[in-house]
């Protein structure tokens, strides 16, 4: 139960460092680590509860009183991602902050790539990258996947596609690396 209990804050906090909350706060640390601060003498207990989507309970704990205010890290490394409420609980009020919390970080893509119409039968892909990486190539044609490939780009691929009996006007290229869109051209 510790581990969940450090594992339950990592959230994005609408893009801010930090989120507010009357005389609660939530700042984050690290990638993993949130911590709460209480800053109000803890007349009665407090109690700390975080809740997921279903508003299960995933983590509480109680501080007693007689503490004067209080900061509680929590690490979210063994959570699934989801949306989760975090409420703190005294005899004056209930405060609550929402947040999402997402382990995966988009991988950015790698590879240039440019297609250049030559003629009306002929399109010429070129695509370079700094690592050796897979690259989708799909050509469509009125919305239709007609064409898929997948190479491998070390450095610098290139590759003349002849598409003789195509309309260019209704064909279109996407390329693609690790399911992100690198480019898409029409003609």
Do not use: C, W
């Not at 004056?92 to 893509?109: L, Q, S």
């Amino acid at each position: 139960m510790k581990k969940l209990l450090l594992v339950v804050l990592l959230a994005v906090v609408s893009n801010a460092t930090f989120a507010k909350i009357g005389e609660v706060k939530v700042t984050k640390d690290s990638s993993a680590i949130f911590k709460l601060h209480y800053s109000k003498p803890v007349m009665t207990k407090v109690k700390i509860q975080i809740l997921d989507e279903k508003g299960k309970k995933v983590f509480s704990e109680t501080i007693n009183k007689g503490t004067q205010s209080f900061v509680r890290p929590y690490n979210l490394n063994e959570v699934g991602e989801g949306t989760y409420t975090f409420q703190v609980i005294d005899n004056e009020e209930t405060t609550t902050f929402e947040f999402d919390y997402r382990t995966e970080k988009a991988v950015k893509a790698t590879t240039l790539a440019n297609i250049k119409k030559m003629d009306n039968e002929r399109v010429f892909v070129m695509l370079a990258n700094q690592a050796n990486t897979s690259v989708t190539i799909n050509i469509l044609e009125n919305g239709k996947n007609i064409y898929t490939a997948v190479e491998a780009v070390n450095g610098q691929f290139a590759q003349l596609f002849n598409l003789k009996g195509a309309n260019l006007q209704n064909v279109s290229f996407e390329i693609y690396e690790n399911s992100e869109l690198v480019k898409r051209a029409s003609f």
